[in-house]
């Protein structure tokens, strides 16, 4: 069976000290991969896909960014946080296949407070 | 683009009781697939149901059923017989053209005993 891991879980940083979060996906081949990231109480909003190594795409210009650097492994990184990059931030897999009805599958989430 | 609207940002519910959680969506593809997600407390998102555009029956899945209205672009959850663990956040998602899915505000549920 598929898994997802996402960490840390929990992470508090400083206004402009870098950031790096990992996601990785176990059991299956392929995967497409995505960011999100989600405000208190709000919506999801994808910030990253990726359809395979080395292939990015951002959906929200933004000081964070992305890397494929292995088949199932997505990481998330800033150089300099923003307090405004507080929240909630989750990674997520779908299988490759472009079929509308594959549902993405998510990690438990990285809840992030820049101070 | 495609857009999924939540009007509802919270809602009560008494136990045992049905509850219908109201999703509609725009996109000019003629293929596409909603889907709806539970959020509890803990974070995690929690996938619970899937329509199709060319699906002609509603779907369900166990508690869960879809009322999938085309016309109106809508694709609203019913939730019945609530029980307590449903008390959590429910998203509304479309995925069109693309890989890419769309969410929507959400909606608390809080369910009453």
């Known amino acids: 069976s598929q898994t997802i891991h996402q960490w840390p879980a929990t992470l508090v940083q400083p206004v402009g000290s870098p950031l790096s979060l990992e996601c990785t996906v176990e059991?299956?081949?392929?995967?497409?991969l995505y960011w999100y990231r989600q405000a208190a109480g709000r919506g999801l909003q994808l910030l990253f896909y990726?359809?395979?190594?080395?292939?990015i795409s951002s959906e929200v210009p933004q000081n964070l960014s992305a890397s494929r650097p292995q088949d199932r492994q997505f990481i998330l990184s800033s150089k300099k946080l923003l307090l405004s990059d507080s929240g909630f931030y989750l990674c997520?897999?779908?299988?490759?296949?472009?079929?509308?009805?594959?549902?993405?599958?998510f990690g438990n989430g990285t809840r992030l407070t820049v101070t | 683009a495609q857009k999924i609207t939540q009007t509802q940002p919270g809602m009560f519910v008494q136990e045992k009781e049905a509850v219908t959680l109201d999703c509609t969506y725009d996109?000019?593809?003629?293929?596409?697939?909603l889907f709806w997600y539970k959020q509890p407390s803990s974070g995690e998102m929690i996938f619970l149901i899937y329509?199709?555009?060319?699906?002609?029956q509603n779907a369900t899945e166990g508690r869960y059923s879809l009322n999938f209205q085309k016309a109106r672009k809508s694709a609203n959850l019913v939730i019945s017989a609530s029980q307590l663990g449903d008390s959590a956040m429910y998203f509304c998602?479309?995925?069109?053209?693309?890989?890419?899915?769309?969410f929507g505000g959400g909606t608390r549920v809080l369910v009453k005993p």
């Open positions: 997520a897999w779908s299988p490759l296949l472009r079929e509308l009805n594959s549902p993405l599958h």
């Open positions: 059991g299956t081949s392929n995967p497409n």
């Open positions: 990726s359809v395979g190594i080395g292939q």
């Open positions: 996109t000019s593809d003629p293929s596409y697939g």
């Open positions: 329509q199709g555009s060319y699906d002609q």
């Open positions: 998602a479309m995925r069109a053209a693309g890989n890419k899915l769309t």
